[in-house]
């Protein structure tokens, strides 16, 4: 495998490339470089598959800035390109890209994730990272408490309510600071990922914070406890659980990150579904089926890619990490999340779900 940093990876479109090994040459871009968290665990990866396989990687991992694009643009044109992962806004040629349809049939088995269409055709790109909004849970606080991770509604308010009851904080959220992840979560919990964002699911939401509120699931200085002090008490385990982002991951602390998980929102239906979007995305160049030998080199390395994206996923390691690999796979949809879905009316409505909160105390 050839890591070199992008100017050097520019300087070498003049000079021939010579591959010498007995396997075959899989050409990957990627955003795995040097700057990436991820980037040693794309190292691992690569390493055993090439051990593995016997084939080599010409990786071209890098800034994805326009001469990088420039560089992939070009090399799909030449069909020297196979695999390719740049961010979901990043706009590709889908003529030059199999289907996620076709991928998921030259590759059964594997679990590719929540995928949306693009634009009026089908997608041609396979998750490969998101933003999502979920709920994550200290396990040894809830068996402190007796209780069990929720995996229902009723199960949630139940835990907050048993919780509260012992003098415990069950949801570490500032209420009034920063409740728009909440509110986010809220709405996936109360409705179908169709409806998600709707007048009706808002009004559910709405509900559900209420029901919230009165069993003491944020603590009985719900309207005062700033962000940072909710933070604090989830990350030092005094809490219980709470509503956050897949980057909150990357700030448990080594000594705590054995006993937290994060897991599917505990709505009042089954709902295979992520709160979010996702943020880079993965596509294999139509030009692999050419050779069937190629074919299955380049299908051999998504594999393993696929197989081993909880390391790129976050800096998570161990079981949160396992966790959240596990959200990702299993989700069906994504369903973006509420402000982007009402930019202008979105904070309007926050503010008002709030102070109708903080009258009824």
Known sequence: ???????????????????????????????????????????????????????????????????????????????????????????????????????????????????????????????????????????????????????????????????????????????????????DCAALMGSAAESYGSEASLATTETILRDLYLVGAFGPDAFNISDTQAEEAFLSGEAAMRFDTVDFASMIPEERAEHVMAIPLPGMETNHALVGFPTYGLAVCRSVLENAEHRDAVLSFVSELLNHRSALLTPATGGLADSIANLASAAEVTTGILYDRNVEGFDDWAEKVISHLMENQ
């Open 1 to 183: 495998m050839k890591r070199l940093l992008f100017l050097l990876m520019l300087l070498s479109l003049m000079m021939p490339h010579t591959v010498l090994c007995a396997g075959d040459t899989v050409t990957a871009f990627t955003p795995f470089a040097d700057v990436d968290f991820a980037a040693q665990a794309y190292i691992d990866i690569v390493d055993h598959w090439e051990q593995q396989t016997g084939n080599t990687l010409d990786d071209w991992s890098g800034l994805q800035d326009s001469a990088w694009m420039d560089v992939l643009a070009s090399s799909v044109e030449k069909g020297d390109a196979d695999v390719v992962i740049v961010p979901s806004g990043v706009a590709l040629d889908s003529s030059n890209y199999l289907t996620v349809s076709e991928l998921s049939e030259l590759l059964p088995g594997i679990s590719f994730g929540a995928v949306s269409p693009e634009g009026s055709g089908e997608s041609i790109k396979i998750p490969m990272r998101y933003y999502f909004e979920t709920l994550y849970v200290n396990t040894d606080t809830l068996a402190n408490y007796a209780t069990t991770i929720p995996v229902s509604y009723s199960d949630f308010i139940v835990s907050c309510a048993q919780i509260a009851a012992l003098g415990g904080l069950p949801v570490a959220n500032a209420i009034a600071e920063w409740p728009e992840i909440v509110l």
